[in-house]
C-alpha cells in the first residue's frame, strides 16, 4: 500500500525540521533539506507500523476487517 501524506519543512537556524501534516508525533530534524526528509520518511514509516502493530494487540485474536479507505483532503 502507499499512502501520500503532506511533509512540511521550517528552516529554524542552522537546522531543517519536518513534520507530516496528517499525523501527530511524526516529526524529526536535520542539517541539511535532504537529511530531514530521509529522516522524516524513516519516521513516518516507523509510526505507520508501530500503530499497525499496537492495533493488531489490542484486537488480539478476534478476526478484523480490515480494507482501504481514501478520503478527499483539501
Do not use: C, D
Not at 14 to 27: A, Q, S, T
Not at 31 to 37: D, F, G, M, Q
Not at 38 to 60: D, S, V
Amino acid at each position: 500500500m502507499i499512502g501520500q501524506f503532506t511533509a512540511a519543512y521550517i528552516k529554524h537556524g542552522k537546522w531543517f525540521v519536518g513534520y507530516v501534516e496528517e499525523i501527530p508525533g511524526v516529526n524529526t530534524q536535520g542539517r541539511t533539506l535532504a537529511e530531514v526528509k530521509k529522516n522524516l520518511k524513516e519516521a513516518l514509516e516507523l509510526i505507520l507500523e508501530t500503530n499497525k502493530e499496537i492495533a493488531h494487540k489490542i484486537h488480539g485474536k478476534k478476526p478484523a476487517l480490515e480494507e482501504p479507505i481514501s478520503v478527499l483532503v483539501e
